[in-house]
């Protein structure tokens, strides 16, 4: 039997997704017999030559992961899509853009003046920043282009299919990869995981209280969190009631609320105003001036709503006033 | 000098906005054509997916009108509304959306000169405010 041609590579993201699938442990020697990978940029030596010497679909499967915010990546993703029958996007980050996506509240230049000018540890008297082009004695120098927005893969290619998670749990890696390899893949297009919220198979789930309501809204670090009750029966915000299950409740199960990193369910387009609406329902206030209160009392809304996804969202990035 | 024409989705429930706004239309009130009304059976149907949405597509502010607190034909429509409107809005000015493209206010079926004067302001502001224009999504 030919043994399938896989890829992975990484884009804009932390590493997390690599290491996810380093973390399959012993089940990894099962993938490496089962296909044959032509190209892995973090842990085997290939070029991008390499890839662009190959026919065109001549890759089964190419599994990216990362967002799209600098020219190279987008060059890199297009020529993965030419070159793959699949196109996979791998983790929170390829999925819905993730966390990198928070850069959407600012932009090109506001970035580049806080982290080469402003930052605290830099001393950068000429006010000196990464140029596209650089001339020097021996020749002009070039640098990738750092975009204003981040993008999420399919805002620049086409996806086939999406693995969520920050990282996708080992358990979904398995699965896809065994599907792919018995030819038992769901329709194009689909997220790779339950249709049910976290929710729904929560272990905190029976905690709820049948009238959910809230008063106030607390941060973790501000109270002592019980290990069994449900978040936000405590006032805590948790994203599962807008969030897709399937990463096994690993927040949950560390006592943490979920942040929403398995993004939204099918159907749903933003997770975070799914969130909103969810947390507004349980506001216990009909009062205008409480209300607010408690809206004020959320630090970082946006961002909080949003962690993950603000590049896939309706709005998408904070807008531009010029 | 300022020309420009601000369009404004304009989400009124059914059984008292609705109302008002068509008591205006049959009295031959006159108000600003910037709106484009669409109607929900209550403000309280209206998902902040709804307003989302309608920025997203080009609408310069978003308006939504319900039955005054108590009158809601489904009790609490309008509270829930009312909700979800205050913590949307804060997202939206953290998105850069200013306060002034996204109102929610109550007008019920004999109001027909209050919903005249809401939506005559809205357009004033949102003229003065400019065109929303979010390159990112384009
Ligand atoms: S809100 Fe969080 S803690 Fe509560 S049931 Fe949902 S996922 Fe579990
Ligand atoms: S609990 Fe939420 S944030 Fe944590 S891994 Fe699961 S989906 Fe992601
Ligand atoms: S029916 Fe009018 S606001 Fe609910």
Same mark, same amino acid.
């Given at each position: 039997m030919i043994k399938p041609k896989v890829a992975f590579c990484w884009e804009a993201s932390c590493g997390g997704c690599e290491e996810a699938v380093l973390d399959l442990n012993e089940d990894i020697l099962k993938v490496i017999e089962a296909v044959d990978i032509v190209f892995w940029p973090i842990a085997l030596d290939f070029k991008y030559a390499d890839i662009e010497n190959m026919n065109d679909n001549e890759i089964d499967v190419s599994f990216i992961s990362g967002a799209i915010r600098l020219n190279e990546q987008e060059e890199t993703v297009r020529l993965l899509r030419k070159k793959s029958k699949l196109i996979i996007a791998f983790g929170s980050c390829a999925h819905l853009?993730? !966390?990198?996506?928070?850069?959407? #509240?600012?932009d090109r230049e506001s970035i580049l003046k806080k982290v080469?000018?402003?930052?605290?540890?830099v001393i950068n008297p000429e006010g000196k920043e990464p140029q596209v082009k650089t001339k020097t004695a021996s020749g002009e120098l070039e640098l990738p282009e750092f975009y204003d927005t981040v993008k999420a893969l399919n805002q620049v290619i086409d996806v086939d299919y999406y693995l969520p998670g920050c990282p996708p749990s080992p358990d979904l890696i398995m699965q896809t990869i065994t599907a792919i390899l018995e030819n038992n893949l769901p329709p194009k297009g689909s997220v790779i995981g339950p249709a049910k919220t976290l929710c729904e198979n929560c272990s905190r789930k029976d905690s709820k209280p049948d009238i959910m309501t809230l008063k106030e809204i607390k941060r973790p670090h501000e109270v002592i969190i019980d290990p069994e009750k449900c978040f936000l029966a405590q006032g805590l915000i948790c994203l599962g009631p807008a969030t897709r299950s399937g990463c096994g409740e690993r927040c949950i199960k560390a006592n943490m609320p979920c942040r929403?990193? #398995?993004?939204?369910? @099918?159907? *749903? !387009?933003d997770q975070g105003s799914k969130f909103l609406s969810a947390l507004a329902s349980i *506001?216990?206030?009909? @009062?205008e001036e409480e209300i607010k209160k408690v809206v004020d009392s959320v630090a970082d809304m946006t961002g909080t709503f949003y962690r993950f996804t603000l590049a896939s969202s309706l709005i998408k990035r904070k807008r531009r006033l010029k | 000098m300022n020309n420009f024409e601000p369009r404004i989705v304009a989400f009124l429930c059914s059984w008292c906005s609705y109302a008002g706004a068509d008591k205006a239309g049959s009295s031959r009130k006159t108000y600003p054509q910037n709106i484009n009304i669409i109607r929900v059976m209550?403000?309280?149907?209206?998902?902040?997916q709804f307003v989302l949405e309608a920025f997203k597509e080009g609408a310069d502010g978003v308006l939504i009108l319900g039955c005054h607190p108590g009158d809601c034909h489904y009790k609490e429509g309008n509270y829930n509304i009312l909700r979800r409107y205050h913590f949307l809005k804060k997202v939206l000015m953290e998105l850069g959306i200013e306060e002034g493209r996204f109102k929610l206010d109550w007008v019920s079926s004999t109001e027909d000169d209050k919903f005249v004067t809401i939506v005559s302001e809205m357009v004033k502001n949102v003229k003065s405010l400019g065109p929303l224009r979010n390159e990112a999504l384009i």
């Open positions: 853009g993730g !966390i990198p996506a928070l850069a959407n #509240f600012w080469y000018r402003e930052a605290p540890s929403g990193c #398995f993004g939204p369910t @099918d159907n *749903v !387009i *506001v216990d206030f009909n @009062d | 209550c403000s309280g149907r209206v998902d902040p």
